[in-house]
């Protein structure tokens, strides 16, 4: 019995020794991050909407831009560098806001239109902040800029090519929550297949959410059942179940493709077979975020301006994927006629 209390004893005060270690191990990492970066004019830090730097998605996107650009000025991940916080819930945004700020970093992007408010009262009480918005506009104050997309023009390809592959003319949209910016998504898709192939069937579905992948899956193996040979999934996360229905149907024999949305994703198609990525409509903002990190760096923040990233100021774009020389061809023409305002693509269904 003593012999057995004593063990006890031995492993209480083991646990006494390794948790204050371990904690003195975690604030040692926060010193040795912010004194690395110890000079550094431009602390910036990405907040992110509910699904994370991981999304493999436009949070990715941005996060791999601001990763780029802490590595080129020689940063670390941490304070006084680059950071992200990813939020769980819409409540998180004001609090996760005032945790950066209080960190002292100097220039915030809020991933996403559900930061607007959010993004309104911390510049407006924190006036030395500045923030850079995606996906909306909040007007009128010196230390916002809004960075928003031409979201339609890369979809009105994607739907082209979409239309041009299809055997059975019939393809399908999943958007993720109906609004101003998942409408330029539908917009342009639904007017780009229909101008390439003017009887294709374009059904469009919603999923009400950004990060159920499971109704995503659901609604994409009804339309894959329906006949549609491409699904474009414009839905954030959630648009991961869209791939996986595909590679099911794949194991089925029946010839399916998905069109990646945001950012090129081959990679997400990719599976025993070959790869089932048609193409991907692009968002460059990564690049975009390498571009204003750099502006508000030498002291030229774009403060009270909305800035618009089409195919011409090469904010937008597709990949080649899948598609044949031929699609490939008339998609490469049909992109110049867009820059050179020959096509007006639409922005509402």
């Given at each position: 019995?003593?012999?057995?209390?004593?063990?006890?004893?031995?492993?209480?005060?083991?646990?006494?020794?390794?948790?204050?270690?371990?904690?003195?191990?975690?604030?040692?990492?926060?010193?040795?991050?912010?004194?690395?970066?110890?000079?550094?004019?431009?602390?910036?830090?990405?907040?992110?909407?509910?699904?994370?730097?991981?999304?493999?998605?436009?949070?990715?996107?941005?996060?791999?831009?601001?990763?780029?650009?802490?590595?080129?000025?020689?940063?670390?991940?941490?304070?006084?560098?680059?950071?992200?916080?990813?939020?769980?819930?819409?409540?998180?945004?004001?609090?996760?806001?005032n945790k950066l700020i209080k960190n002292n970093y100097n220039l915030i992007y809020a991933i996403g239109y559900k930061l607007d408010k959010a993004v309104t009262d911390g510049?407006?009480?924190?006036?030395?902040?500045?923030?850079?918005?995606?996906?909306?506009?909040?007007?009128?104050?010196?230390?916002?800029?809004?960075?928003?997309?031409?979201?339609?023009?890369?979809?009105?390809?994607?739907?082209?090519?979409?239309?041009?592959?299809?055997k059975t003319k019939k393809i399908g949209f999943i958007g993720g929550v109906k609004g101003e910016v998942i409408n330029r998504f539908e917009a342009g898709y639904v007017a780009?297949?229909?101008?390439?192939?003017?009887?294709?069937?374009?059904?469009?579905?919603?999923?009400?959410?950004?990060?159920?992948?499971?109704?995503?899956?659901?609604?994409?193996?009804?339309?894959?059942?329906?006949?549609?040979?491409?699904?474009?999934?414009?839905?954030?996360?959630?648009?991961?179940?869209?791939?996986?229905?595909?590679?099911?149907?794949?194991?089925?024999?029946?010839?399916?493709?998905?069109?990646?949305?945001?950012?090129?994703?081959?990679?997400?198609?990719?599976?025993?077979?070959?790869?089932?990525?048609?193409?991907?409509?692009?968002?460059?903002?990564?690049?975009?975020?390498?571009?204003?990190?750099?502006?508000?760096?030498?002291?030229?923040?774009?403060?009270?301006?909305?800035?618009?990233?089409?195919?011409?100021?090469?904010?937008?774009?597709?990949?080649?994927?899948?598609?044949?020389?031929?699609?490939?061809?008339?998609?490469?023409?049909?992109?110049?006629?867009?820059?050179?305002?020959?096509?007006?693509?639409?922005?509402?269904?």
């Amino acid at each position: 019995m003593n012999k057995l209390i004593k063990k006890i004893s031995l492993a209480i005060l083991a646990l006494g020794i390794i948790i204050p270690l371990s904690a003195c191990t975690n604030r040692s990492a926060s010193n040795n991050s912010e004194s690395q970066n110890k000079g550094n004019s431009l602390a910036v830090a990405l907040l992110t909407d509910l699904n994370g730097v991981d999304d493999k998605s436009f949070n990715q996107s941005a996060w791999e831009g601001l990763t780029k650009w802490g590595k080129e000025h020689n940063l670390t991940k941490g304070l006084g560098g680059y950071d992200y916080v990813q939020s769980h819930q819409d409540s998180d945004y004001p609090v996760n806001i005032n945790k950066l700020i209080k960190n002292n970093y100097n220039l915030i992007y809020a991933i996403g239109y559900k930061l607007d408010k959010a993004v309104t009262d911390g510049a407006k009480q924190n006036p030395n902040t500045k923030f850079a918005i995606i996906d909306t506009v909040v007007p009128d104050l010196d230390n916002v800029t809004s960075l928003t997309f031409k979201d339609n023009e890369s979809a009105y390809l994607a739907g082209m090519s979409a239309a041009l592959n299809s055997k059975t003319k019939k393809i399908g949209f999943i958007g993720g929550v109906k609004g101003e910016v998942i409408n330029r998504f539908e917009a342009g898709y639904v007017a780009g297949a229909k101008a390439a192939v003017p009887d294709i069937q374009v059904d469009v579905k919603y999923v009400g959410a950004f990060d159920k992948a499971d109704v995503a899956k659901s609604i994409a193996t009804a339309m894959y059942n329906n006949g549609n040979d491409a699904i474009y999934q414009a839905a954030g996360s959630a648009g991961l179940g869209v791939f996986s229905s595909a590679k099911d149907a794949r194991k089925s024999g029946k010839e399916v493709y998905v069109v990646g949305c945001d950012r090129d994703q081959t990679e997400e198609g990719q599976y025993d077979g070959g790869n089932l990525t048609l193409t991907s409509s692009i968002k460059a903002l990564n690049t975009v975020v390498e571009e204003v990190s750099n502006e508000t760096l030498a002291g030229n923040f774009p403060g009270k301006q909305h800035k618009v990233f089409g195919l011409k100021e090469n904010g937008v774009d597709i990949s080649k994927g899948q598609l044949s020389t031929d699609i490939w061809n008339k998609v490469e023409q049909t992109k110049q006629d867009i820059i050179d305002g020959k096509i007006t693509v639409p922005e509402k269904p």
